[in-house]
């Protein structure tokens, strides 16, 4: 029996991978695209900074193929939901009607995706919705995942957490009031391996920047 195509949004991060991780042990879907937001001017991830090649390393060890939804330096909402309807649109006429999210907790954003995808035909997915965060906090560490804490909001997180390990010692550290899994915008972070990829992406730490108001760790690829 053919199995439901989807398209998974994908920031490369904690959240998305677990969702992946989830999806595939369901079983139930066929995820034909990994669906992520780049800052053209910038070549990286929208929000969490990470470079382009290595959100291409991510989709190869996957084998899942890499969709990039380019904006500029700054787009407005006019912007982006003009740039996501074209990605809609194209997987729309490939026979695709389920898209995936990452969110956990915030119904406001989901709303929003769902009135976004209401009269599109795309039905919207969020199989990590509800999940205590604390909970999926540590089974992502437990279930062998890693991944580097590549962005933080310094209104709510010291520059000393960019760029550590997602592990236990960070969830033990985080003030109180900050979520384990960021989702209220606290931290994103950047997944270099884990039982969704192939082999692990070798990667090592650059500087850290304070940029448009938000403390980026770079992450590189090793040669």
């Known amino acids: 029996m053919a199995k439901d195509r989807l398209v998974l949004s994908w920031s490369g991060g904690k959240d998305s991978a677990f969702a992946l ?6 079983k139930r ?9 780049v800052t053209r001017d910038y070549g990286r991830i929208s929000m969490h900074g990470v470079r382009e090649e290595l959100l291409l390393e991510q989709a190869k060890r996957t084998s899942i193929e890499s969709d990039i939804a380019y904006i500029s330096k700054g787009a407005t ?16 006429e490939e026979g695709i009607k389920n898209i995936a999210f990452g969110d956990i907790f915030l119904q406001d954003i989901r709303k929003y995706r769902e009135e976004k995808m209401s009269g599109t035909g795309m039905n919207c997915i969020f199989p990590l919705w509800g999940i205590d965060t604390t909970q999926l906090a540590h089974e992502f560490i437990r279930t062998g995942f890693k991944a580097i804490i590549c ?9 000393e957490f960019v760029g550590r390990e997602f592990d236990e010692s960070f969830l033990s550290s985080l003030p109180s009031g900050v979520d384990p899994c960021g989702e209220n915008g606290e931290f994103h972070s950047f997944v270099y391996d884990g039982p969704i990829y192939d082999f692990p992406i070798r990667v090592r730490k650059g500087e850290t920047v304070l940029k448009e108001g938000f403390y980026f760790s770079d992450i590189l690829l090793e040669s």
């Open 21 to 26: 991780h989830t999806l595939l042990g369901q």
């Open 29 to 37: 879907y066929d995820v034909s695209y990994l669906l992520t937001t």
């Open 77 to 92: 909402n006019t912007e982006y939901e003009a740039v996501m309807k074209e990605k809609i649109d194209k997987y729309a």
């Open 151 to 159: 962005t933080v909001d310094p209104k709510k997180l010291g520059r």
